[in-house]
Every structure is written in C-alpha cells, then in structure tokens.
C-alpha cells in the first residue's frame, strides 16, 4: 500500500530534550515536506525537500532541522524543543511537489 | 503569498442535502488543486485532484471544478451522509513554488 508513515503518533516531552519525529515514504517519491498545525492557524510549512541532500526552508522553520539522506526518509529534528512546538505534525511526500500529495497521519506532540 | 479562503468556515446539514464547499486563492496562477477531509486529530485524506489542464474531477458523490481565471474552487457533496461529517481543506499548489497554501478549511457536520 502506498503510504506515508510517521512516528511516533504521540509524544510528550520535556522542554530542551532533543527529539526526533521520522517519516518514511514507500512511493519512491522526489519531494516530501513537514507541516505543523496550529487551531486557528492551518497548517504551515516548515521544511521541504526535493531530493536527496537537497532542503529548504518553508514559512516556519525555526527551530527545526530537517535531513534528506535517503529518498525515502525525511526526518523532522527538534534540537531543543519549546512548549511553542507543542503541536500537530505532518509528513507529506509527492513525485515532484506538483503532482498529488499524500500525507501521513500525524504526529501529536506536546512540549511540557 | 497565496491566500486561501475557504467559505463557509462550519456547515451544518441534515442528511441527504447536496452542499457545495467554496475556495477562492488570491493568486489565479493555480497549478493543480487537491482536496482533502480531515477527521479531527487525523491525517489528510486526498479526496479529488484537478490536474493543471482539466476543470473538474469526480469520484462517486463528490464533485470539484476549479476555475483558475476567477481563482475559485467548488466542492459538490451530493446526497450528504454522517460519514462525510469532517473538516474539507482546499490547498492550493501554485506555478511558483512547492508548498501546498491552506486555508483553515470548512467544518462540515451531517446530522442523521
């Protein structure tokens, strides 16, 4: 099944303590992208990817980090998490960033 | 920045109406538009994809068209049920650029 998967789906977590939320895609996809999502705000871009070793920034990156080693991985790195990241996360990949997007279904995170 | 505007922000029908879900974007230099539902706390569930070069898209009860000279996009819901009950999200994807810009969607609830 072609799919995006996310993990963890929860996790709570103590300000400062570097975590890492990982994504993978099985649809050998080119591009793949982080959004966060806030009540009230929608979802925002953070970072993007358009292939291997290749990264930018979206509208909200700071804060993150992200790595592109692999196609199929994109992981979201938080070095030093603030309760304002206490949020909705979602990974989503596409062929090229044009084309259909799939997302996976997302990661809860809450910063104490 | 593309802006999208989705209209109306709650809907609440009883069930069996056909609605239509609304979506402006301040930029017409649409590349292709997707729509998605949201169960609340889940992922993006891709419902419709109008490619650059058509007008609308359907799948069962559900119907898109996009014009891209007025910058709108509908979403046709016919012979609503409870399950269609979620939050209808319109991101556009434009000629420039690789982010998908959402609006904060459109809370539906189909009542039995």
């Known amino acids: 099944e072609a799919q995006v998967t996310q993990n963890p789906r929860y996790l709570i977590t103590v300000t400062g303590k570097k975590l890492t939320v990982t994504c993978s895609q099985n649809?050998?996809?080119?591009?793949m992208s982080w959004y966060r999502q806030d009540p009230g705000l929608g979802l925002r871009q953070i970072y993007y990817?358009?292939?291997?070793?290749?990264?930018d920034k979206g509208d909200v990156p700071e804060g993150y980090k992200v790595s592109r080693k692999e196609k199929r991985n994109f992981p979201l790195i938080l070095e030093s998490p603030s309760p304002n990241q206490t949020s909705l996360y979602f990974c989503?990949?596409?062929?090229?960033?044009?084309?259909?997007?799939?997302f996976g279904s997302g990661t809860r995170l809450t910063v104490v | 920045k593309q802006e999208v505007t989705q209209i109306p922000a709650a809907l609440s029908v009883p069930e069996g109406e056909n609605l239509v879900l609304n979506c402006s974007f301040t930029?017409?230099?649409?590349?292709?538009l997707q729509w998605f539902r949201q169960d609340p706390g889940k992922g993006l569930t891709s419902l419709l994809l109008?490619?650059?070069?058509?007008r609308e898209q359907t799948s069962g009860r559900l119907n898109a068209s996009l014009d891209k000279s007025s910058g709108r996009s509908t979403l046709y819901i016919a012979a609503s049920q409870p399950g269609d009950s979620a939050t209808y999200l319109c991101?556009?994807?434009?000629?420039?650029?690789?982010?998908?810009?959402f609006g904060k969607g459109t809370s539906l609830l189909v009542t039995p």
């Open positions: 989503a990949s596409s062929p090229s960033g044009k084309e259909g997007y799939t």
């Open positions: 649809m050998n996809h080119e591009y």
């Open positions: 990817s358009m292939n291997v070793e290749v990264t």
């Open positions: 930029d017409s230099a649409i590349y292709n």
């Open positions: 109008i490619q650059s070069s058509q």
């Open positions: 991101p556009s994807n434009s000629n420039s650029g690789y982010a998908l810009n």
